[in-house]
């Protein structure tokens, strides 16, 4: 059985006439490939290269306190006896979390056949890989000797065979983990092949020989016959079918660090689906933060439309909304167990010293979200990036909050403890988003952030749509971002 | 450099994805044998148009999932219950339900890796390619292209050239193609 999901707004708008001023024309083939692929081939301008220095300013300052880190270790950082875990967990979750956006948009979705994903599931799954690969740095910043990372890994060793314990969800974490990054990569790249062919084609033609020669070593000598992309597709199925329980196994693993554990706060059952939620809800926003700025420096409106922004914005209120019911049930639990540790971890969550945190967190994460009900709001650039950005600060708050206020108050009185970050701490996060930017800059200057493939195999039911639905809202926004 | 031996093709070039549909069904009606076709997005069933065989990759996928279950199961149970074991937690040694997550991630760790390996080797896609016999570059832009070999037709070329143009395409070309085409 074969269901797809009808389009009701064209997914690819029309374009200005250049024979008929002021009149609008369907989006063709070429010009899909031709828009896409202008920003890979043009000399990188002005904006670009701004971009590029901020972000490798980020990564330089925060190579400054990552060496620190390694060199002095993590005594470096403010965490203590108490608090174990603190910044750099926080950040981890965070990170992963934020990749798991990528592979929805382009695994779940492809499962549901939901034609809006192929403008945005390049670039997403971008941003899974590089998000994964900060997380990752974070596990190897955590470990304070990361020469010796390779420890995790059950491999045989001289100090008699000790294996790694597989009982320990932190070795499951190290499995879940390497295996998103590596699968999430090439998902990623089998997409891209025949893109860099189309970039090749064109590199050939225009006698380009060095961009020839890169682009066709990409290509993997990639010719678009029936036969290949009779089992590309089934390749994209069967990644897609695999991805999708990974994706959920990840989040899930991660919240198996802490629900397994017996500290109040991180011991219970709804961590899994609760995690899993939260991360799809950092994730769609970190997407939309993206899209919106890539959108509008390429040019993209007629791609990235506002259909696709809504469609997103439903995500981010459906899943917000999960996360808001989690919080809710865990109160409830806290109280409901009669467990006095519990009901206690949680009180102090909302009115204990780190009672802005948590008030950050509720603010941003349940209250933010609730405007989406509007679809003005849902269909409003600057709403949407605004809340984007809120969410993903209650994101991280969310993860403080259970790491830090989880452990500060011991269950021995005197060891009780607060954590404040040193700038060592800080800096390692912004070394974070050095890493993230700088890879999506490159990202997005050097490959085809759209997927033309597959925007071009959607495009005659865009516009057999457009016909019956004549000029929509979507164009008019597209028409004044265009200015 | 050798000379190469050729083998000549009659490649039609189509604008649309539907009228290249009807053009491969009013050809394989008058019995004209199609090679192969080249398009720039995925065209869906266009292989059970043109007769393609259905890819087994699903299988092999299976097959290398299930290798990477036994891997774990074997690893897991070798290093926690016979090489060193040790309580912990009050589990027994071979404690299955902990082995559920790590056998989870590396089935699907040797699944896509397996089946991706062998989608690439199957179609020749590798780095070393970097410049493939393309019958028209077009066909990565917005064309769709259809090659028809000339020896396994008994039509004659006027003929096919013919039907071709008859059956919508927009141009149609000769073009000889190197017999052994590894780069």
Redesign the interface.
């Known amino acids: 059985m074969q269901v797809t999901s009808p389009v009701r707004e064209p997914l690819v708008l029309r374009k200005p006439d250049e024979n008929n001023p002021g009149k609008l024309r369907t989006t063709t083939l070429a010009d899909v490939t031709n828009d896409i692929c202008r920003q890979v081939e043009a000399a990188p301008n002005m904006r670009w290269l701004l971009a590029m220095l901020i972000s490798l300013v980020a990564f330089a300052w925060g190579s400054y306190t990552l060496y620190r880190t390694w060199w002095f270790g993590i005594g470096e950082w403010g965490l203590n006896k108490t608090i174990g875990w603190a910044w750099d967990i926080t950040n981890f979750v965070w990170w992963v979390g934020i990749g798991h956006a990528g592979t929805l948009i382009s695994a779940i979705l492809l499962l549901f056949r939901q034609k809006w994903r192929t403008s945005i599931n390049r670039a997403a799954e971008a941003m899974t890989i590089f998000a994964v690969i900060c997380a990752g740095s974070f596990i190897l910043m955590h470990m304070g000797r990361p020469w010796l990372a390779h420890w995790a890994l059950p491999l045989p060793n001289t100090y008699g065979s000790l294996w790694v314990n597989f009982n320990s969800p932190l070795v499951w974490d190290v499995f879940a983990i390497s295996t998103y990054l590596s699968v999430s990569v090439v998902f990623w790249y089998i997409g891209l092949i025949p893109d860099l062919a189309t970039i090749r084609e064109r590199a050939i033609r225009d006698g380009r020989a060095i961009p020839a020669f890169i682009y066709g070593c990409l290509s993997f000598g990639w010719d678009g016959s029936a036969k290949t992309w009779a089992r590309y597709e089934m390749v994209a199925l069967v990644l897609a079918g695999l991805s999708t329980p990974l994706v959920l196994s990840v989040h899930t693993i991660v919240s198996f660090d802490f629900a397994t554990s017996v500290i109040p706060g991180w011991h219970t059952t709804i961590f899994p689906p609760y995690f899993v939620a939260g991360a799809i809800f950092s994730g769609f926003a970190m997407v939309l933060t993206l899209m919106l700025i890539t959108r509008h420096v390429f040019k993209l409106q007629h791609y990235i439309t506002l259909a696709h922004i809504e469609s997103m914005n439903k995500v981010i209120l459906l899943t917000g909304s999960i996360v808001g019911i989690a919080y809710l049930t865990e109160f409830f639990i806290a109280w409901y167990s009669g467990v006095e540790y519990e009901s206690y971890a949680f009180l102090n969550r909302m009115f204990g010293p780190y009672w802005w945190a948590y008030w950050s967190m509720m603010t941003c994460n349940v209250i933010s979200p609730q405007f989406f009900w509007f679809r003005a709001m849902r269909r409003n650039i600057y709403v949407t990036f605004a809340l984007s950005i809120v969410v993903n600060i209650g994101m991280w708050f969310e993860r403080f909050v259970i790491i830090v206020t989880s452990l500060h108050r011991d269950f021995l009185p005197s060891s009780w403890s607060m954590f404040w970050p040193t700038y060592v701490d800080v800096g390692d996060y912004i070394f974070s988003f050095g890493l993230f930017f700088t890879a999506f800059f490159l990202f997005a200057k050097f490959l085809p952030v759209v997927n033309m493939a597959e925007v071009k195999a959607v495009l005659a039911s865009s516009n057999e749509e457009i016909q019956e639905a004549g000029l929509v809202e979507a164009e008019k926004e597209a028409a004044t971002a265009a200015h | 450099m050798l000379q190469n031996k050729t083998k000549k093709y009659l490649v039609g070039i189509y604008n649309d994805?539907n009228v290249l549909i009807s053009a491969i069904k009013k050809l394989k009606g008058e019995n004209v044998s199609i090679e192969?076709?080249?398009?720039?997005?995925?065209?869906?069933h266009?292989?059970e148009y043109?007769g393609?065989k259905r890819?087994r990759?699903?299988k092999a996928?299976f097959l290398f999932?299930a290798t990477g279950t036994l891997t774990a199961i074997t690893?897991?149970t070798y290093?926690?219950g016979l090489?060193?074991p040790?309580i912990?937690?009050g589990?027994d040694y071979i404690?299955p339900p902990?082995?559920v997550?790590?056998s989870?991630?590396?089935t699907?760790?040797f699944?896509?890796?397996g089946?991706?390996i062998t989608?690439?080797l199957?179609?020749?896609?590798?780095?070393?390619?970097?410049?493939?016999?393309?019958f028209d570059?077009?066909?990565?832009?917005?064309k769709f292209v259809m090659a028809i070999d000339m020896e396994s037709n008994s039509k004659s070329e006027d003929e096919i050239s013919q039907l071709l143009k008859n059956t919508g395409a927009e141009s149609v070309d000769t073009k000889e193609k190197p017999v052994s085409n590894d780069l």
């Open positions: 994805e192969e076709v080249y398009t720039p997005y995925p065209v869906h266009l292989d043109l393609h890819s990759l699903s996928a999932g690893i897991q290093t926690m090489s060193w040790m912990i937690g589990k404690s902990s082995f997550p790590v989870f991630e590396l699907v760790l699944a896509a890796f089946m991706v989608f690439l199957s179609n020749n896609l590798l780095p070393w390619r970097y410049k493939p016999f393309m570059p077009r066909s990565t832009d917005d």
